[in-house]
C-alpha cells in the first residue's frame, strides 16, 4: 500500500499520507542537542530516529511552563517536565538529508527562538505487486472520487487536541506477520509509487483490530485505497489510522480504551489479500509505527 494523501495524476495515485518538511524563520537559531528521556519516561516514549519517516526528539530546555513548538505552522506535541521539555518531531518521508529546523515560542513570551537538526540519510527497500489496473491508472470518476476524500482527510489529519498523550509506546493492533514495512517502496504493475506510508501486518479476515492506546475517534469510512477505514485521535497531533478492515465497530466520537475493539481485518480497498495496514501520524507526517511499539 502507498501513500493516499500526496498529488495525484491518472498516472501516478499515492496511497498514505503526505507529511511535509516547514522550516521555520525564527531567530536566533540553534542546535538541538537529542533529548535523552528519565528512566521514568524512557519506556514510555517513541524511539528517536531522525531519518526521513523518524521521529526527532528535540531538548527544548527547563521550564516551569510547557513551551510551545511548531514546524512551520504546524504545532508540535511537546512531553517532558520542568526539568526538561521535548519537542517530538515526526520527520516526511520525503525530507531530503541536512539541516532542518523548528521554532520554539517560550511560555514566558518574548521572541520566537530557531531550533536546528540533522536529517541523516536512509535508504528503504523495493517490492514490486500486482494489482488491479484500475486501481493504479484512474479512471476520470475514480480520481474526482480521490480528490473529495483527500480533501476531507486534510481535516481529519489537521487535528491536534488535547489532552497531551501520557503514554505514547503503543501496542500492535492485531497479532501477525509484518508483510509490509513502513517505508518501503512499491512498484505497481511496473509503475513506481510513492513509499509505504506505514505497517502492514497479515492477519486473516475477521481478526479484531485493537486500539494501541487511548483516543477518540475521529473518522470512519470507505476510501478509495484504503478501504473500510478508521482514524483515531490520541491527542498532540499523534493520531493513528487502520485500513482494509471487513467491518468497522466504531462511530466519529466514540472514546476507546487501549485494547478496545475498533474493527475487524478485511481485505477492501487496493489490496493483494487481507491484511490490517496501520499507520502512525505525528504533525500531520506519517511516521514509522515500529518506533512506538512497546
Known amino acids: 500500500m502507498a501513500r493516499p494523501w500526496g498529488l495525484l495524476n491518472r498516472r501516478s495515485a499515492l496511497l498514505g499520507a503526505v507529511g511535509f518538511l516547514a522550516l521555520s524563520a525564527a531567530t536566533p537559531a540553534m542546535a538541538a542537542r537529542p533529548s535523552k528521556p528519565s528512566s521514568s519516561t524512557a519506556s514510555s516514549w517513541p524511539r528517536a530516529s531522525q531519518v ?52 520554539m515560542l517560550p511560555p514566558e513570551g518574548g521572541a520566537s527562538r530557531e531550533i536546528s537538526y540533522t536529517i541523516a540519510p536512509k535508504q528503504y527497500s523495493v517490492q514490486r505487486l500486482k494489482v488491479a489496473p484500475g486501481t493504479v491508472d484512474l479512471s476520470a470518476e475514480d480520481e474526482a472520487r480521490y480528490k473529495r476524500e483527500r480533501a476531507h482527510l486534510d481535516t481529519v489529519t489537521a487535528a491536534f487536541t488535547e489532552p497531551l498523550p501520557q503514554q505514547l509506546r503503543m501496542r500492535v493492533p492485531v497479532p501477525g506477520r509484518r508483510s509490509g514495512s513502513f517505508g518501503l517502496r512499491r512498484v505497481f504493475n511496473g509503475q513506481s509509487r510513492n513509499p509505504h506510508s506505514g505497517m502492514d501486518i497479515a492477519a486473516g479476515t475477521g481478526t479484531p483490530v485493537l486500539a494501541p492506546l487511548p483516543g477518540r475517534v475521529i473518522d470512519t469510512g470507505n476510501y478509495f485505497f484504503n478501504g473500510n477505514t478508521v482514524w483515531m485521535d490520541h491527542g498532540g497531533g499523534l493520531l493513528t489510522m487502520y485500513c482494509h478492515l471487513s467491518r468497522i465497530d466504531v462511530m466519529p466520537g466514540d472514546m476507546v480504551d487501549t485494547g478496545g475493539r475498533l474493527a475487524l481485518v478485511g481485505a477492501t480497498g487496493r489490496v493483494t489479500g487481507p491484511h490490517l495496514h496501520w499507520s502512525v501520524m505525528l504533525n500531520r507526517v506519517m511516521v514509522d509505527p515500529a518506533l512506538f511499539i512497546e
Open 52 to 103: 526521513p519517516g523518524g521521529v526527532a526528539r528535540l531538548s527544548l530546555g527547563p521550564g516551569q511552563t510547557r513551551p510551545a513548538a511548531h514546524d512551520g505552522d504546524v504545532p508540535l506535541l511537546v512531553i517532558g517536565s520542568t526539568k526538561e521539555w521535548t519537542a517530538l518531531v515526526g520527520i516526511p518521508l520525503s525530507a531530503q538529508p541536512g539541516e532542518a529546523h523548528i521554532s
